[in-house]
């Protein structure tokens, strides 16, 4: 089933609030990454996954009730509170994969829901959840991209640029005209250079591209926070690694054959699994095509479009979001 889904009229408050960790820890997964993770809500309730490759945060518990739900959360490896920060060393889809299952063997989990949306960023996301979802039989609820060249163009070459004109000047900003036919190409050069300053100047144009086009109403006084001064002390541990770690991940390709994750024999290892997709009709740096052509290929899920962009924390999105969990026994 497709539905759209118009909830501008909600008066959607976030349900779940103020619950912390009863459980942090780090698990060695290489000779140079410790695994960050967290649990929280009820021990012996059902048990869900998340996480953001930007570093896990409160916000992204309030989609659980914490009476009913086990929450794990973690930060992929280089990102949040995993170490070293912005390590793109030994780090690749594959890897992370194999990170979470030693997790949940770790947990002594045998089964848990994986909650994610985007790429990430690399691992929050329904690129991560369905590649691990089809190593590992399980059931997977995601928000969809799929790490195809034609969804990277889009954002990073020609489509959102053509919505956001202004933001995409401040983008190419940094880069010389003769680079800009391959942007991803080009910052990756600068996000991995020896250099500090021209590292953080990348990392603060590709971060801000990014925030400037995930909201369908944008946020103007958090793009300006990061052109302050004190930003990079702010937040460098957050951002650098963001940038640096996307960036990896998207010029590789995601570690992964061009449309591998809508391959038959991928999908087919997944169709029983109980999906539920949540996407921003209007969300522009996974464009909603991903999603529906997704559903072609396992026709099996059941995929909503919100009157919303790209982030999970919109209310419309959030909303479908926390409802949908009650399809899941």
Known sequence: MVYTVDLAHSTWQHYYTGT???????????????FYYEVSGNNHGQKYLRGPGVGTSAQDRIYFDPAIH????????????SRPTASIE????????????????????????????????????STLALAYAQQHIDISLSGIFTLRKSELDFLYQ????????????AYIAPIPEAE???????YHER?????????????????RWEMATSRLHVDQGSLQRVEKDDWAVQVFFFFPSFAAIENHYFINEGFMRQGQLLEKQSIDKIRHIPTIVVQGRYDVV?????????KKAWPEITLHFTHAGHSTHEPKT???????????P
């Open 20 to 34: 912390e960790p009863f459980e942090r820890g780090e698990l060695k997964v290489s000779s140079i990454h410790p």
């Open 70 to 81: 086990k929450i794990v959360l973690f930060d992929q490896r280089g990102a949040g509170l």
């Open 90 to 125: 030994e780090n690749t889809t594959w890897d992370l994969i194999a990170n979470i299952e030693r997790l949940r063997a770790r947990l002594g989990i045998d089964k848990w829901v994986v909650f994610g949306g985007s790429w990430i960023c690399a691992a929050d996301g």
């Open 158 to 169: 020609e489509g959102t640029s053509q919505l956001f004109p202004e933001e995409w000047d």
């Open 180 to 186: 800009r036919g391959d942007m991803v190409k080009a």
């Open 191 to 207: 996000l991995t250079s020896s250099d500090k300053d021209i590292k953080l100047t990348a990392a603060r144009a590709w971060s």
């Open 286 to 294: 996974c464009p909603a095509k991903s999603a529906y052509d997704l």
């Open 318 to 328: 959030e909303k479908l979001l926390v409802e949908g969990r009650f399809a899941f």
